[in-house]
């Protein structure tokens, strides 16, 4: 479509459409379908004058008394019919209405009435979003402020208890560095002991072979003291040497209980350390418990901090809606200034002009009382052209009665005509219609 189009009505909706939405009262009940078609009448015009009564950008203290009234609605209608898509409205539209002129004038106003209702619904919609939006930066406001008092009071030490906080520090730090060097120790102790393990481990070994090789030697003498009848001196320093490794065994296992002994008192010392160190794991165990607290406390604290970031973010977009907002009400607000503006001077242009007609109907009035001398002149010729005139009468008379019966017969035909362009409108819609569908 090469151009913005408006649909138009039928009469009984459009009778319909204003009796329930513009007009009230007795001009509602009083206003029927008669006033439209196939005749319209000039008080088919209530419509636009009560329309622009309830308008205040277009309303007018004109009293219908006064001489310029219809001059005042005409005037007003224009500045107002352009936004129904309507130009070419003009002065005869008001005073000797069409059908289908006033048909279309009145389905236009209706178009934009509907469009109206729509767009201050969804106005409606936009402020009530605005207040609900508001509301909740107000709440995110309040929450943002109660989490910053909360994080301050989290992070802040209070100072009567700053001294402990500072003992606290300065203990953990002892603590710590104890730690460290009493690991350090035990680690050398566990190395210690490993070595101590392992020479343990390598003398059994020792001390089971020596074993074994006793038992073979016991087992060898007595298979020799049961085959050979041995000397007595061989005998004795068999024996003496047998005392001898007796002996030397002896003192080898004695030795061998002494370091035990002192190995024992090593894994004492040891186990008294380990329990020590249980301790101090103890205490390190409570201080991991205490640092995975404040870590959750600083989690929280940055999490509050991401949220106070967000919504100092919607704040900003709230803040420029708004300030949008105000710049589309400053730049309306302007623009009615200078309509204002443009009034007053249409006003004082039209006061002018008043001026100048009064001005014109005094010198009319004098031209009146000079013309009143040449009429009376005139009226005695007149009285010569009346017997004159009742001839022309008669004759008028009748070619009026043809003219009113050619009149009748165009005013049907007319009619059927309007009739026929409707029905075939709406064939063209509906062809129009399946022709989008296939489409």
Do not use: W
């Given at each position: 479509m090469a151009e913005n189009t408006f649909p138009v009505y039928s009469a009984d909706a459009i009778v319909n459409f204003y009796r329930t939405e513009v007009l009230t009262g007795q001009e509602a009940k009083h206003f029927t379908k008669s006033d439209l078609t196939p005749h319209p009448k000039v008080r088919s015009a209530r419509c636009y004058r009560f329309y622009l009564q309830n308008v205040p950008r277009f309303r007018k203290k004109v009293k219908p008394g006064k001489a310029n009234y219809i001059m005042s609605w005409?005037?007003?209608?224009?500045?107002?019919?352009?936004?129904?898509?309507?130009?070419?409205?003009?002065?005869?539209?008001?005073?000797?209405?069409?059908?289908?002129?006033?048909?279309t004038i009145l389905s236009a106003i209706m178009n934009f009435l509907h469009f109206r209702k729509q767009r201050m619904e969804v106005v409606l919609e936009k402020q009530t979003k605005f207040r609900a939006d508001m509301d909740r930066l107000q709440a995110y406001t309040k929450g943002i402020r109660e989490a910053e008092k909360k994080i301050e009071m989290l992070t802040t030490i209070p100072p009567e208890q700053q001294a402990e906080a500072d003992e606290l520090a300065a203990a953990l730090s002892e603590l710590q560095a104890t730690t460290?060097?009493?690991?350090?120790?035990?680690?050398?102790?566990?190395?210690?002991?490993t070595e101590w393990k392992a020479t343990i481990a390598e003398k059994t070994q020792?001390?089971?072979?020596?074993?074994?090789?006793?038992?073979?030697?016991?087992?060898?003498?007595?298979?020799?003291?049961?085959?050979?009848?041995?000397?007595?001196?061989?005998?004795?320093?068999?024996?003496?040497?047998?005392?001898?490794?007796?002996?030397?065994?002896?003192?080898?296992?004695?030795?061998t209980d002494e370091r035990v002994v002192e190995?024992?008192?090593?894994?004492?010392?040891?186990?008294?350390?380990?329990?020590?160190i249980q301790q101090m794991c103890s205490l390190l165990q409570d201080?991991?418990?205490?640092?995975?607290?404040?870590?959750?406390?600083?989690e929280e604290h940055q999490e509050l901090m991401a949220q106070y970031e967000k919504k100092q973010k919607e704040l900003k977009n709230l803040c420029m809606e708004e300030?949008?907002?105000?710049?589309?009400?400053?730049?309306?607000?302007?623009?009615?200034?200078?309509?204002?503006?443009?009034?007053q001077k249409k006003r004082?242009?039209?006061?002018?002009?008043?001026?100048?007609?009064?001005?014109?109907?005094?010198?009319?009035?004098?031209?009146?009382?000079?013309?009143?001398?040449?009429?009376?002149?005139?009226?005695?010729?007149?009285?010569?052209?009346?017997?004159?005139?009742?001839?022309?009468?008669?004759?008028?008379?009748?070619?009026?009665?043809?003219?009113?019966?050619?009149?009748?017969?165009?005013?049907?035909?007319?009619?059927?005509?309007?009739?026929?362009?409707?029905?075939?409108?709406?064939?063209?819609?509906?062809?129009?219609?399946?022709?989008?569908?296939?489409?």
């Open positions: 005409k005037g007003s209608l224009r500045q107002f019919l352009p936004m129904c898509l309507v130009y070419d409205f003009s002065l005869n539209d008001l005073l000797a209405p069409k059908k289908q002129r006033t048909l460290m060097h009493e690991y350090q120790e035990v680690n050398a102790k566990n190395d210690s002991i020792k001390l089971a072979q020596v074993k074994l090789d006793v038992s073979n030697l016991k087992e060898d003498i007595s298979k020799l003291k049961s085959q050979i009848v041995e000397s007595p001196e061989e005998l004795k320093s068999q024996m003496e040497k047998m005392r001898e490794n007796v002996k030397n065994m002896k003192n080898s296992i004695e030795e190995l024992q008192n090593m894994v004492q010392g040891v186990t008294h350390t380990e329990a020590e201080l991991e418990s205490s640092m995975s607290n404040t870590k959750q406390r600083l300030g949008q907002l105000k710049r589309a009400l400053g730049m309306k607000q302007d623009k009615e200034c200078k309509q204002n503006i443009r009034r004082e242009m039209k006061e002018q002009h008043v001026q100048e007609v009064l001005g014109q109907c005094d010198q009319i009035h004098q031209k009146r009382e000079d013309m009143a001398d040449k009429i009376q002149e005139i009226s005695a010729e007149t009285q010569k052209l009346k017997t004159s005139i009742k001839s022309l009468r008669d004759v008028c008379s009748k070619e009026t009665e043809k003219a009113q019966a050619l009149y009748d017969t165009l005013s049907t035909s007319m009619d059927e005509l309007h009739k026929r362009i409707e029905m075939h409108t709406m064939d063209l819609k509906l062809s129009l219609t399946k022709m989008s569908a296939n489409f």
